[in-house]
């Protein structure tokens, strides 16, 4: 006599993948995920009425992004979700896991492919204050890069400077100049060949970032890796139907200065949480 596991149950075609940020750096992620995944369904959560996550403690955010995924998965039924926020992912992707049974696929500073990169072996780690304190950071540095200087920096100004330049509106160039100072006054950081974004708002002002620098540095993020872990993860799955769908916390007004930008990416619907 042979018994035999229950099969999977079967995928719907038009289940999304689930993208969760405290803002719109997300959508960074969402960029090289979707030139790998074109026909995937998409439904992508912004918690405005969380944002800035970076200033928030962890207890805060721990409580937080569990809660408010279990919520959204409720209402979509996703296949699979990102949170595409190095602050959430650094402290809540444990809980997460634990409370959601489906693939997370979480997002960290990508110090391993800078540390490929650099010459130097000396590494900035530019983030919000909430990532670049963590252990999670100091434990990818001692793995990837130990015979590296890392030099870190919380720079929060940068997340509502990259909100404001998705609404449209232009940042105060000193908000450059202050968050490349955090770095470059730090000693050894004459030697400094390489940054890590470590936010995922971050590769939307890099062009600004890079003005600031005023010399050749190597910018590195990983939506790119995420990207193939999210399409190694779906592989052989059939995707149909839903589009791309935009939903956030907080008033419905406040989706509004983001539409344009959201639209030229595809996103058709629009709902609060």
Known sequence: M?????????????APLLFFDSGVGGLTVLDAA????????IVYAADFAGLPYGEKSEAEIAARVPALLG????????????????????IALPQVRAALDLPI???VPAIKPASEQSRSRVIAVLGTEATVRQPYVTNLAREFASDATILRFGAPE???????????????????DRAVAGLVSQERAVAIDTVVLACTHFPLVQDELARAFGRPVTFV????????RI?????????????????????????????????????TSFDTL
């Open 2 to 14: 042979t018994s035999s596991l229950p099969a999977e149950p079967a995928i719907a075609a038009d």
């Open 34 to 41: 979707r030139a790998l995944l074109p026909d995937a369904p």
């Open 71 to 90: 919520r959204l998965v409720e209402r979509y039924r996703p296949r699979l979700i990102t949170i595409a926020c190095n602050t959430a992912s650094t």
């Open 105 to 107: 696929v979480g997002t």
């Open 158 to 176: 940068l997340v509502r400077a990259a909100e404001m330049k998705l609404r449209g509106e232009v940042p105060d160039p000193a908000i450059f």
């Open 221 to 228: 993020h990983g939506a790119e890796g995420i990207a193939r």
């Open 231 to 267: 399409a190694y993860l779906t592989r052989g799955q059939s995707f149909v139907g839903n589009g791309l769908r935009f939903v956030a916390t907080g008033p419905a007004g406040d989706i509004v200065p983001y539409k344009p930008v959201l639209e030229a990416r595809g996103f």
